[in-house]
């Protein structure tokens, strides 16, 4: 079921990040819909989303939802439609249930591009690739002409990233996704803003991703912490083990 506040679009790009590996579409998303003020014109609730209520600071419940943010501006009148949300389904079924109707919405606004933004499973790295791939060959030139690299081993993209685009072409719309390499136990502000960077340079935005940076140093930082601790475990256990057992009699 699609909530929506009626907003006139003409031809909107609509960008996808919902959680899921790193964080890495959620947190893309957030930042698209704080740095260009966009505002929420649609939620989208389903029986295939997880089973609880989500409980604010003030002691109110609401339902797990997915919500549509619109931003239209910049020289040329570009239109964003971003997509984001507490959860995906959780069921295959409710996989593709959820992701035609958010195709369903993207059609009834007129949308001429989809790109759903996700996580790659990677060794961590200084500088995180882009893994891309598409419905359409002439847009993934278009990719690779930016630096986005193509996972020639096959590997399924699991998940709304890749279902949604993959559905997309047998509704007529071009679609592609857009993958941040990531470790993925922890939320990855660097693999989100490689992402970010790409779809600036695909879409002509006028981002300034150093807004990111602190978001990036603070998960630095945490890793560097849980590394230590990590290292500090490991001493005390081989330690542990040299001493060998202790017995009281």
């Known amino acids: 079921m ?6 006139r679009m003409d031809r909107p790009v609509l960008i996808g990040g919902l959680p899921g590996l790193g964080s890495v579409g959620r ?7 704080r740095e260009l003020g966009a505002k929420r014109v649609a939620v989208l609730y389903s029986p295939h989303f997880p089973h609880y209520a989500i409980v604010n600071s003030k002691g109110v419940v609401r339902l797990p939802r997915n919500d549509f943010y619109y931003w239209r501006g910049g020289p ?10 507490d959860c995906q389904p959780q069921s295959p079924r409710g996989q593709y249930e959820v992701a035609l109707k958010i195709l369903e919405y993207a059609k009834s606004k007129s949308v001429n591009l989809i790109a759903m933004i996700g996580g790659y499973s990677s060794e961590e790295k200084q500088s995180p690739k882009v893994y ?5 060959r002439a847009l993934m030139e278009r990719l690779k002409a930016l630096g986005v690299e193509i996972d020639v081993s096959g590997v399924p993209i699991v998940g709304m990233a890749g279902l949604i685009p993959a559905l997309a072409k047998s509704e007529g719309l071009d679609a592609l996704c857009l ?15 490689a992402v970010l ?7 002509g935005l006028e981002l300034n991703l150093s807004n990111l940076d602190p978001d990036i140093a ?3 930082e945490l890793k560097a912490k849980l590394k230590e601790a990590e290292r500090r475990m490991e001493g005390a256990m081989r330690r542990a083990v040299s001493e060998g057992p202790k017995y009281i009699s």
């Open 2 to 7: 699609i909530r929506e506040i009626p907003v």
């Open 27 to 33: 947190i893309a998303a957030s930042f698209l819909i």
């Open 76 to 85: 040329d009148g570009a239109e964003l439609l971003i997509l984001t949300g």
């Open 132 to 136: 891309g791939a598409t419905n359409n």
């Open 179 to 193: 993958l941040g390499e990531t470790v993925g136990y922890m939320p990855d502000p660097k693999a989100a803003k």
């Open 197 to 203: 960077s790409v779809l600036k340079g695909l879409l």
């Open 218 to 220: 603070k998960m630095a």
